[in-house]
């Protein structure tokens, strides 16, 4: 099958393997502490899982992490990277980064049945409890993240699931009960995903029962949009969210002592779940609340 081109300065690290290409690595239970000191040098990709680092497959000769458990004290410094793009330092409790072929539209890669516990106490540009990076043609399928997590970069891309979910990617059924924090005003927060990033790509089933304490201030933005909310941050560029349970709390940092929060309740919760257009609200439908 078709490899990945990797650089030598954009590696791939885990605690299992660093890159995996067209494998299979299933029923795997990892309890470490993972200290990540970052790159030495700006705008350059790196990227680190708890199960691995980068993930590569195609429809041909798939990807497939599968019922995997981590258990982890993971602390990530970015370095000397300040993105919080593509090129940036990702960290995921399970991978750090998956893509495949350029144009592939099938399911090229496969993270089912995976659970990420432990703290995650990050300053990247990317950190989530089960994949940081979604780049392409990804699927994340009955994951469940519990990890408590807090990440203090400026203007990252966080979440609980995953940072960024590309074209003809899908989260499908994940649990999130793990509580985030970010504290920085231009840093994007989602409970599930931060950054909805492809036409094709979408959400279904699944819930969040953790709180989520957004450091996000809409000031920063020059529209005045919250990029923050229990499903996304931005609810942007997707085919659908649905048939989600939206639960936990929201609020927003206001420093080491208390954040300040909102009164989330079945009449006003849709204002919480995100920012999007009102065309692209019209996409999110079958939402249930439940109180936490």
Same mark, same amino acid.
């Given at each position: 099958?078709?490899?990945?081109?990797?650089?030598?300065? =954009?590696?791939?690290?885990?605690?299992?393997?660093?890159?995996?290409?067209g494998?299979?690595?299933?029923?795997? *239970?990892?309890?470490?502490?993972?200290?990540i000191?970052?790159?030495?040098?700006?705008?350059?990709?790196f990227s680190?899982?708890?199960?691995?680092?980068?993930?590569?497959?195609?429809?041909?000769?798939p990807?497939?992490?599968?019922?995997?458990?981590?258990?982890? *004290?993971?602390? &990530?410094? !970015?370095?000397?990277?300040?993105?919080n793009?593509?090129?940036?330092?990702? +960290?995921?409790?399970?991978?750090?980064?998956?893509t495949?072929? !350029?144009?592939?539209?099938a399911?090229?890669?496969t993270?089912?049945?995976?659970?990420?516990?432990?703290?995650? #106490?990050?300053?990247?540009?990317?950190?989530?409890?089960?994949?940081?990076?979604?780049?392409?043609?990804?699927l994340?399928k009955?994951?469940?993240?519990?990890?408590t997590? =807090?990440?203090?970069f400026? %203007?990252a891309?966080?979440?609980?699931?995953?940072? =960024?979910?590309?074209?003809?990617?899908?989260v499908?059924g994940?649990?999130?009960?793990?509580?985030? #924090? =970010?504290?920085?005003?231009?840093?994007?927060?989602? $409970?599930?995903?931060?950054?909805?990033?492809g036409?094709?790509?979408y959400?279904?089933?699944?819930? %969040?029962? $953790?709180?989520?304490?957004t450091?996000f201030?809409? !000031? *920063?933005?020059?529209?005045?949009? %919250?990029? !923050?909310?229990?499903?996304?941050?931005?609810i942007?560029?997707?085919?659908?969210?649905?048939d989600?349970? &939206?639960?936990?709390? +929201?609020?927003? +940092?206001?420093?080491a002592?208390?954040?300040?929060?909102e009164?989330?309740?079945?009449e006003?919760?849709r204002d919480y779940?995100? +920012?999007?257009?009102?065309?692209?609200?019209?996409?999110?439908?079958?939402?249930?609340?439940v109180?936490?």
């Amino acid at each position: 099958p078709d490899r990945p081109r990797r650089a030598a300065d =954009t590696p791939g690290a885990g605690v299992l393997a660093g890159p995996v290409a067209g494998s299979t690595i299933e029923n795997v *239970t990892v309890k470490a502490t993972l200290t990540i000191s970052g790159a030495d040098v700006d705008n350059k990709r790196f990227s680190v899982g708890g199960i691995a680092g980068f993930v590569f497959g195609t429809p041909e000769a798939p990807a497939l992490i599968k019922g995997c458990t981590v258990t982890a *004290t993971a602390n &990530v410094e !970015s370095g000397k990277n300040t993105k919080n793009g593509a090129t940036c330092v990702h +960290y995921g409790g399970i991978v750090g980064f998956s893509t495949t072929v !350029s144009g592939t539209t099938a399911i090229a890669c496969t993270l089912e049945n995976c659970v990420n516990n432990g703290t995650i #106490t990050a300053k990247s540009g990317r950190s989530a409890g089960i994949l940081a990076a979604a780049n392409l043609a990804t699927l994340i399928k009955n994951c469940v993240n519990n990890a408590t997590h =807090t990440n203090s970069f400026a %203007n990252a891309r966080i979440a609980q699931i995953v940072c =960024t979910l590309g074209n003809y990617s899908g989260v499908l059924g994940c649990t999130n009960n793990g509580d985030l #924090t =970010t504290t920085d005003a231009k840093t994007t927060t989602g $409970g599930m995903v931060a950054l909805f990033n492809g036409d094709e790509s979408y959400l279904e089933g699944g819930t %969040n029962t $953790g709180t989520i304490i957004t450091g996000f201030d809409p !000031s *920063t933005d020059g529209n005045n949009r %919250n990029f !923050s909310g229990i499903i996304g941050a931005n609810i942007s560029k997707f085919k659908h969210v649905k048939d989600f349970v &939206v639960s936990g709390k +929201y609020g927003h +940092y206001k420093g080491a002592d208390a954040p300040e929060m909102e009164t989330v309740t079945a009449e006003n919760f849709r204002d919480y779940i995100g +920012y999007r257009t009102e065309a692209n609200d019209a996409k999110i439908t079958g939402l249930t609340y439940v109180a936490p």
